[in-house]
């Protein structure tokens, strides 16, 4: 630390940041556009300008730029310089001349950095009275709406899609007052990625295109914060509602999970919360038809079924760790099952017990960004979890910054960072089957089939530790990539290990587990991770039960009871077919329709994450709490306050009813040891700050009547829930020290955009001042002795006449909650399957999935071997997900016929 004077006032600052990040972490208003804590400095827009003074004797001193001056034992500057503001001051008149000064109108209002720093620079008056430049603006997909007459030239969309998140088209164009921020020519932004320019603009240029369907001023929504169910990484979300309605998802930080991004499937996936597709009323069949009825009537009607016989319970893992307790309570634990089939159970089974007893420590992102030598083995992330590419992509970065260190550069100094690094390797080795989007960010790419991947990693683990089993029959290249990888993991301070379950292979897991112990073995301390398929995938896992297979032998004449999860996409016809048909009766408890509900003798609509608050376990092991941000009119509740009411209406007395979620949270901790720290993921319903609860709205907020305005202007009391702390309205107590896992929103005076989370941090680009967020559930057993997996496979052999089919993972297409979504629909493309061998232009191909024959595209693979093929999971065979040989049947152009996919 160094101290440091601002404006006579002595503060202590970190030796390592530049003075821009020095002011604003003692608290002092300095505007600035530019620079960004994840992107460093590049001093594009002069606005955070200082007077420094040489010494205490100095009474001139001059004008620098705080983010490109680093901060210096003894440093005397001053912000509040007449000098120094009126230069800030020419700075943003400069910077407003040909912006359209359209504030009413355009929906970075009330939230807009350039507002704040406008403001907060005294520019109040507009002196330019010329004609404007102007732009065309562009069309940019689904996600990011284009407006660029705002544009300030900042650079930070640029550096962020460019450098940051690796996209490649989006640049700079022109020069001067010409410069031009967009693609080459209109046409949807590739980057998984492109929906951070909206949170990353301190414009609006770059907007939320969704939102802008369903507009509501900040000032005019209720906030909550969330956690992102579209895929096992657990990012941080905060969620708006308006009138009952989800209008957008944002970011929210957390220091070592998500940080200051997310992905676009994460950000545009929450339109399934609003679609007509959801359940919203009990029903069973009546006459033949599923009838809705009364919510007492449905239950009344479960509890004569229940008495006919036994209870079977399906969980799911994208279902709260609550509703999914209390159906085990429900059926008890030798009838209920984690709602995964096979190989998927076992897998996520033996991924949680490699990582919970393994010697490597589970990665966070942000641990992940700062490794200096990985592995990915046999799994394609930035498909599979794409915030997780991202973090990924930065291990470039940490190469970089070594050179720097070299040149005693700063690593916030962006720019000369990147230039000094431009001809560094990153230690970053990838194998996968497929081409992926980390291949072009590798030292090594290596394309393998699963089975050769896994031989691959026993390799390297053998070279790092003899005692760990060898391979034979490897080729030279194989040896030597293995020896390669193998120097560099243990060259490395921090080597990270990544692999997962999207080709259901028990030996890459293994293999990778081999490798750690390895690296523990020679005095190393690894980094390891497994993608896991769902959102609450690890907490199934650690609640223990039995998979799909085997309770679909125990529902035979029993009432089967489903929970939030579609079978159809886990069995495939025939046996979804046989489970149902065998089953006395299917309940079923979800949001959505689906095929599995359509099949039901009775079901209850239950909450979806936007409408209750529960509890989700990630990858990574951290339990967080979601919050619920919509008030839904009855019948809807969370799918735990079903199970009760079931219970009750069954005359079933082990299942008390629990009146809050604090409650059941409280009995699972009890319960169930492995869970006993979830009450610390965030505080209770009653928690209080300054004696008062949070609330979840600004100070602004319009009144209640104006929202019903259409219907009576009468005022109604707000909506309240038992399980949450946050006040549904903008009545109670809201702080930058409360607690970072209940933050509704950001805003502190004079700081309405989220630029305003600094105040909130301890230190900037740190950890929040109310604490973390979540709490971490399983960690590898530190300094252990691994064992080694002994069961190396055999490598891959082709087989005459058929393909080895494996699946192909999609950010946008493969996932099942994110596709009712209907941005996300339109960014998905149509699936096809990739060949490796010649196909000719225009092919289609006939196969076989679980006994279903589709038609679909074909399309020539050149990374693929010949004998192989790739195929998106569920877009083709809703159940189909797992390799597996087939015959494909290559039909000439000619001779297409009418496609049987439900593409």
């Known amino acids: 630390m160094a101290k440091i004077v601002i404006d006579g006032r002595e503060v202590e600052a970190r030796s390592d940041v530049n003075l821009l990040q020095a002011c604003l972490e003692a608290g002092e208003d300095l505007p600035y556009f530019c620079w960004h804590p994840e992107l460093g400095s590049v001093g594009a827009c002069r606005q955070c300008a200082v007077k420094q003074y040489a010494n205490a004797d100095d009474t001139r001193g001059r004008i620098v730029m705080a983010c490109m001056t680093p901060v210096t034992e003894g440093a005397i500057i001053s912000v509040e310089d007449p000098e ?68 300030i030239a900042c650079y930070r969309c640029v550096r962020f899609y460019r450098d940051y998140a690796g996209g490649q088209d989006l640049g700079v164009f022109a020069s001067h007052n010409n410069v031009y921020f967009g693609r080459h020519e209109s046409g949807t932004l590739e980057s998984p990625f492109s929906g951070n320019l909206i949170e990353v603009c301190p414009t609006g240029v770059f907007t939320d295109k969704p939102f802008s369907k369903m507009y509501s001023r900040k000032w005019d929504m209720r906030g909550a914060p969330s956690v992102c169910s579209n895929c096992a990484t657990g990012c941080n979300t905060i969620i708006n509602e308006r009138a009952g309605k989800v209008r957008r998802t944002l970011n929210r930080y957390n220091d070592e999970v998500n940080r200051y991004f997310l992905c676009d499937r994460g950000r545009f996936g929450h339109g399934w919360v609003n679609a007509p597709t959801r359940l919203r009323s009990a029903g069973y069949v009546i006459n033949g038809d599923m009838t809705p009825v009364p919510a007492q009537a449905a239950l009344d009607h479960f509890g004569k079924i229940a008495a006919s016989g036994k209870l079977v319970g399906i969980g799911s893992p994208r279902a709260s760790l609550e509703s999914n ?8 634990a030798e009838n209920f099952s984690t709602g995964m089939a096979e190989p998927q159970h076992s897998l996520v089974k033996l ?61 916030w100094m962006d720019a000369s960072v990147r230039t000094l690094g431009q001809d560094t390797i990153s230690p970053l080795f990838v194998v996968s089957p497929t081409v992926t989007d980390l291949d072009g960010f ?40 293995a020896s390669l990888i193998a120097e560099a993991l243990l060259a490395s301070e921090k080597p990270l290990l990544v692999s997962g379950l999207q080709y259901a292979s028990a030996a890459l897991l293994q293999a990778t587990a081999n490798i750690a112990s390895a690296l523990a073995a020679k005095g190393k301390t690894p980094l390891i991770s497994f993608v896991l398929p769902e959102a609450n995938s690890m907490g199934l896992a650690l609640m223990d039960g039995l998979s799909l297979d085997t309770i ?24 979804f077919d046989a489970l149902v048909e065998s089953a006395a009766n299917l309940v079923v408890l979800d949001h959505s329709v689906t095929p599995t509900a359509i099949r039901s003798q009775v079901t209850f609509p239950s909450a979806a994450y936007s409408e209750t608050d529960g509890t989700l376990v990630s990858a990574e092991g951290r339990a967080q709490r979601f919050f619920q941000v919509v008030y839904p009119d009855a019948p809807l509740q969370a799918g735990w306050r079903w199970i009760a009411d079931m219970a009750q209406a069954a005359g079933l007395s082990h299942v008390k009813p629990w009146g809050k979620l604090d409650d059941l949270i409280a009995e699972i901790a009890t319960t169930m040891p492995v869970f006993a720290r979830i009450p610390e993921a965030a505080p209770g319903s009653d928690y209080e700050l300054e004696g008062t609860p949070l609330r979840s709205q600004t100070h602004r907020v319009s009144g209640r009547t104006a929202i019903r305005a259409n219907i009576s202007v009468r005022d109604i009391p707000p909506p309240s829930s038992p399980d949450t702390p946050l006040h549904s309205t903008m009545e109670g107590s809201y702080s930058t020290d409360m607690p970072g896992t209940l933050v509704p929103f950001y805003q502190v005076p004079g700081w309405n955009s989220e ?78 399957v990739r060949i490796g061998g ?33 195929c998106p999971p569920h877009m083709v065979s809703r159940s189909w997900s797992a390799p597996g040989w087939v015959s494909l049947e290559i039909t000439a152009p000619a001779e297409r016929i009418g496609t049987e996919s439900a593409v």
């Open 755 to 832: 630029q305003s989370l600094n105040r909130f941090q301890q230190e900037i680009g740190g950890k929040m001042r109310g604490g973390d967020c979540g709490v971490r559930l399983v960690e590898g057993v530190a300094n252990a002795a691994g064992s080694y997996a002994m069961d190396v496979p055999s490598a891959f052999a082709p087989r005459a006449g058929q393909f080895m089919l494996l699946p192909e993972a999609r950010v946008f297409g493969t996932d099942e909650m994110s596709m009712m979504a209907q941005p996300i629909a339109e960014r998905a493309a149509p699936a096809v």
């Open 838 to 870: 010649a196909v000719a232009k225009g092919a289609q191909v006939r196969l076989s999935l679980n006994g279903e024959v589709f038609t679909v595209d074909a399309v020539f693979d050149p990374s693929l071997p010949e004998g192989v093929a790739t």
């Open 325 to 332: 307790y209390a159906l085990r309570k429900l059926v008890g």
């Open 442 to 481: 590798a030292q090594d790419a290596i394309r393998a089939m699963p089975e050769d991947a896994a031989r691959l990693g026993f390799a390297i683990a053998h070279r790092i530790d003899a005692s760990a089993p060898d391979v034979a029959g490897l080729t030279e290249a194989e040896a030597a990539s």
């Open 351 to 411: 991924a949680v017990s490699l990582l919970a007893a393994g010697p490597a420590r589970i990665a966070t992102m942000h641990e992940m960004e700062t490794a200096d030598g990985a592995l990915i083995l046999g799994e394609d992330v930035s498909a599979t979890s794409p915030r997780m590419s991202l973090a990924l992509r930065q291990i470039k970065r940490t190469a970089f910054n070594k050179a720097a260190d070299q040149a005693r550069v700063p690593h």
């Open 552 to 575: 679909a032998a125990r529902s035979a004449d029993a009432t089967l009871i489903v929970l939030e999860n579609d079978l159809s996409r886990r069995l495939d016809g025939a046996r």
């Open 84 to 151: 120094a503001k009126e230069f800030r001051g020419e700075v943003v008149e400069w910077l407003m001349t040909n912006h359209p000064h359209d504030c009413p109108v355009c929906e970075e209002g009330g939230e807009c950095h350039l507002q704040d720093m406008t403001v907060m620079t005294g520019h109040r008056e507009r002196r330019y009275r010329f004609d404007k430049r102007t732009h065309n603006n562009q069309e940019l997909g689904p996600f990011v709406k284009h407006e660029m007459n705002r544009c």
